[in-house]
């Protein structure tokens, strides 16, 4: 894939409203957990589980606007990606939330029109760079901010650890010191 240019293809799961918020999304009393893949596990226990029990690799949640507002939790956003979402795509990011999940990751999707991009069960395919979604099922496409070529590329890599792993393998760790 050329840097720079990332599609994702998926199914909408759900589609939530306004201000889904992180305890929500990752209730308080897990946190505790410290093993980001069990984060899973738990991730709209309180509210939704219907949606963790029927998340498939690479489904999309689609939400209002503020999504991931609240708290700032990490591990609302690592539930997310590690229960197999590829994507939330909402009017509004929390913005912790959406450089959480970035740094993750997942791609957090902004479009104006948020939750009418589709029906849980549709079929979309999202271009990161050019910014838009295109409901396959309905034969729509809608608006989405496009992405910065380095932000594609850190979703690409998998995330900034990967993505710092990728760019500096190789160096020495004590390249950065200096001697007297």
């Not at 840097?3 to 293809?9: D, I, Q, T």
């Not at 939330?88 to 913005?95: C, E, G, T």
């Not at 791609?107 to 271009?127: F, Q, T």
């Not at 729509?140 to 496009?146: G, L, T």
Request: hydrophobic share 45%; proline share 4%.
């Amino acid at each position: 894939m050329p840097v720079g240019s990332l599609k994702l293809r998926g199914r909408i799961r759900a589609v939530l409203g306004d201000n889904i918020d992180t305890d929500l999304i990752y209730p308080g009393r897990y946190l505790n957990i410290t093993d980001r893949e069990k984060t899973a596990e738990h991730l709209f226990e309180m509210a939704y589980p219907e949606i963790r029990a029927g998340l498939q690799q690479g489904d999309f949640i689609v939400a209002g606007r503020n999504f991931g507002c609240g708290s700032s939790r990490e591990q609302a956003a690592a539930a997310l990606k590690f229960a197999g979402a590829g994507a939330v795509i909402a009017a509004s990011f929390a913005r912790i939330f959406f450089r959480n999940a970035m740094n993750l990751g997942l791609a957090a999707v902004v479009s104006p029109e948020g939750a009418a991009v589709g029906s849980a069960g549709d079929e979309l395919e999202i271009d990161l760079a050019a910014g838009e979604i295109h409901n396959l099922t309905q034969d729509r496409v809608f608006p989405s901010a496009s992405l910065d070529p380095r932000a594609v590329e850190l979703l690409a890599a998998g995330g900034l650890i990967p993505h710092l792993k990728a760019k500096y393998q190789g160096q020495r760790r004590d390249s950065c010191l200096t001697t007297v």
